[in-house]
């Protein structure tokens, strides 16, 4: 095909040869004009003329961005490594005395503890439920949107104008009391149901209930999108083979999603942290002990200018995320060998 | 033979609701979780058209103005547009609010789009030593949560003298690595064709990104840009953090201490709060969906 290539090019240049003397010089032509992956060895070139060129450009695109990050984000976190190891003063090595100290402080296990907690029940819980909501929605003649537009405001709407139709809901006299009083038949005078839900223990799933209602439309766009790229071929060769709803989802549906799985899960990870806007401007500053969060532990610390327990507080998040991601990555690795060795 | 059987068999014992049936089912389920969706909004709009004796009638203990029980509506009884002429034209302090929010949010969008979109190509599409690692780094930064820096950040911002003003929201959200991820993932989708043809009409780097990489990506831009806009509508800890005068605040600060001042604007003020991300998401909604479906797609 080189030959061919190579004649088709330059039919009128003198000197033109076939066979393998023509297709060597052409290939030198072509090196030197850069369009090397024309050539049998473009793979094995370090970088071609575009690649090469593409590398230069690579950092003049990427300095203002660099720059910022650097000053705003690395230089800082820097610091904050370095701070965690001295003392109060910001002179003197400490060594692992804060962290010491962290570890040991009741107000930092319990954050830590909820913090943890929280993430584990309602990430798998918003996954499931914006699953289901998008396996209810989905239509591939793109019919459903005013199922999704719905779906997907919540995520759009303050959670400062939010909050109070929260408190409507949840307060001691509000919607949810009323609704279960109704229903257990209590009247006016004999109110067996009258929780301040937001102020009590039933703070927790009450923040899980309002976390999933506002974010479930982002998780749900994304599962859409892993939906509509599961090719229809494959479920109408199913159809045929008499697989069942059940067996379509199970076999098709769950393998196809497994890339959108792992990206859902980073990015309601990355969003679960904003859950701190709506406990603080639901409960407080000092809420309920069974949603007090790192958010909350590291305002309380950060009012104080508290800096040596923020940083080793930092240090110890970051930690915990990359052993997460590490964690990830390599059961990633584990898993992709099993597949193949299968 | 026996395959044949076997199918017949299979598929008698299946026997699924007709397409009809399970059709306007799963309509009434969607619309039921719709409604879910739905109550609150039209419960906000309804006590946004409500007097303020109506609003202390029916909402007095979410107002914080003592216990007594909730009598939601749907619908105003006594409707009334005096909420929103209070708002607008005898509260001062809410358009003082209002243009702070604007101030640290269109500013910070624009920074985002002029830093990150260049650096997102990069990402995207140039092959440079160290760029996996440096991803790692930005998709790191993405997750930690905003207390981890948050000191080193109180620092950095007192040395530069950027503490209490404005620019102290604006300039971290500027470099936020939430819009590079996602303008990433976006041009990743641009077929290499469309680029090769760049390239061989004699496209620079810089050409083939304005006139190419800006205009297929614009789905993944305008997510970016949304995503961050309601982020930085809502910004919480960085306002409290950051500034200290009170005249600085964004409304996603000044908007839960309204309603102990005026419970009557309090649902109005929500409103207004709400217009510009919705409006922009109703715009922006089938870019949205492109954008974040690239985020999704496995490479």
Known sequence: MNDREQTEEEPLRSG????????????RRRQAKGRSWHSRNWRRRKKSGIRRRQARAAWFFLAPSLAGVVVFTAVPFVDVVRRSFLDAMGRTGVGLANYAAVCGNIAFRLAASNTVRFLTVCLPLLMFTSF???LLVFRRDGKGNLYKTTLVLPMVIPVAAMVLVWKIVFCQDGLLNELLNWLVGATQVTKLWDNDWVNSSTAFPILIVTYIWKNAGYDLLLWLAGLASISESLYDAARVDGAGAWERLCYITLPGLSGTFGLVLILSVVNSFRVYREAYLLAGSYPD?????????FSHWFLTLDVQNMCTGSMLLVTAALAIAATAGFARVVFRRLGRSR | MRDLSRMISIAEKRKPLPRVVRARLRHIVCAAVCLLVWLPVILMLAAAFMPEDELLYRYAEPLGAGRETVRAAL?????????FLELLFRSPGFYVMFWNSCIQVIPALAGQFLVGAPAAWAFARFPFRGKKPLFFLYVLLMVLPFQVTQVSNYLVLDRLHFLNTHLALIL???????PVFIMTKSFETIPNALLEAAYLDGAGELRAFLHVGLA??????????LLGFIDNWNALEQPVAF????????????????????????FAAGIVMMMPPVLLYLNGQSELEQGVAASGVKE
């Not at chain 2, 619908?75 to 909420?83: C, D, E, F, Q, T």
């Not at chain 2, 971290?172 to 939430?178: I, K, L, R």
């Open chain 2, 75 to 83: 619908l105003p009884s006594y409707p009334s547009v005096k909420p």
């Open chain 2, 216 to 225: 297929s990506g614009y789905p993944g831009i305008v997510t970016a840009l």
């Open chain 1, 289 to 297: 002990m069974s949603i007090y969060m790192i958010p909350h532990l």
């Open chain 2, 243 to 266: 500034l200290k005068e009170m005249s600085l605040w964004p409304l996603s600060l000044y908007l839960p201490n309204i309603a102990q001042e005026k419970a009557a604007v309090a």
């Open chain 1, 132 to 134: 289901a909501l998008a």
């Open chain 2, 172 to 178: 971290p959200a500027v470099w936020a690595t939430f």
């Open chain 1, 16 to 27: 033109n040869r076939a066979g393998y003397a023509g297709w060597r010089r052409g290939n």
